[in-house]
């Protein structure tokens, strides 16, 4: 009697095993309905794939990149804020552009650090600098791309103009500032900005540039908030 028990038991558990197996084969090899081509004419989501703006599935790989960010950047590029955001930016480089001995030309090759989305790249492209390079931890293309500010993938002297709206965001200000130096060449400037302040922050801050000469400072108003620009001619 326990030996019948025991083999019953024993079948049982051979018969669990078997089952288990099976069922996790099969969720090994079917393929989820989700991971079917969204692209396929007559697959149903595949309208609706491209035109949300996020995945819906990790599985989800629809070509829809490109179209969605083109149609993504013309919404914020014709919002107010972006508009007035890059208005304020223009109206703080223009004064580079109009004294008479000019800090900013068409032909200048212009970096911004701490880009954000772009609205800085934007303004001096907008304003006629051709060569305008941003970047930010975080790429917003097609005005910025990702890099580290503290170690930027430039080599020295190659920018004339350099920008940073946020300095007073950096992780690590004193390497910061180090590598905009490092990257606009002798003669060029560099401008930033930080939370508005009197002489004595700005003397602080300009303590940072080991390599640079102290220009200005002036209160701006960038993106809706009060800063105070400080302006550097690069010496090393
Ligand atoms: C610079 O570019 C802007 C915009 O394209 C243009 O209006 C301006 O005349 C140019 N300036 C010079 C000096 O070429
Ligand atoms: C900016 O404005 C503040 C407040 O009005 C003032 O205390 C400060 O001195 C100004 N800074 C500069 C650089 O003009």
Request: charge should be neutral; aromatic fraction near 8%; glycine fraction near 4%.
């Amino acid at each position: 009697m326990e030996k019948h028990v025991q083999i019953l038991l024993n079948k049982i558990s051979y018969a669990s095993i078997t089952i288990a197996t099976v069922v996790l084969l099969g969720l090994i090899i079917q393929t989820p309905s989700t991971c079917v081509d969204p692209t396929a004419p007559d697959h149903p989501t595949s309208k609706r794939a491209s035109q949300t703006l996020f995945p819906t599935s990790t599985c989800d790989y629809t070509h829809r990149a490109f179209t969605s960010l083109e149609k993504k950047n013309r919404r914020l590029w014709s919002s107010k804020m972006w508009i007035h955001a890059v208005d304020s930016y223009k109206a703080l480089f223009s004064t580079f552009q109009a004294q008479t001995r000019s800090h900013l030309f068409n032909h200048s090759r212009a970096l911004v650090v701490s880009a954000g989305p772009g609205q800085a790249v934007m303004a001096l492209r907008e304003m006629g600098v051709a060569d305008v390079t941003g970047v930010e931890v975080v790429d917003s293309p097609p005005l910025v791309s990702r890099a580290d500010p503290h170690n930027l993938p430039f080599f020295d002297d190659v920018f004339d103009f350099g920008f940073s709206g946020y300095l007073d965001r950096a992780l690590f200000p004193i390497r910061y500032v180090e590598e905009m130096e490092r990257t606009v060449k002798i003669g060029g400037i560099c401008v930033v900005a930080v939370e508005e302040c009197g002489d004595e922050e700005v003397r602080e801050i300009v303590k940072f540039f080991r390599k640079s000469r102290f220009l200005n400072a002036r209160n701006v108003s960038l993106a809706g908030e009060e800063r105070t620009a400080i302006v550097m001619r690069v010496q090393k």
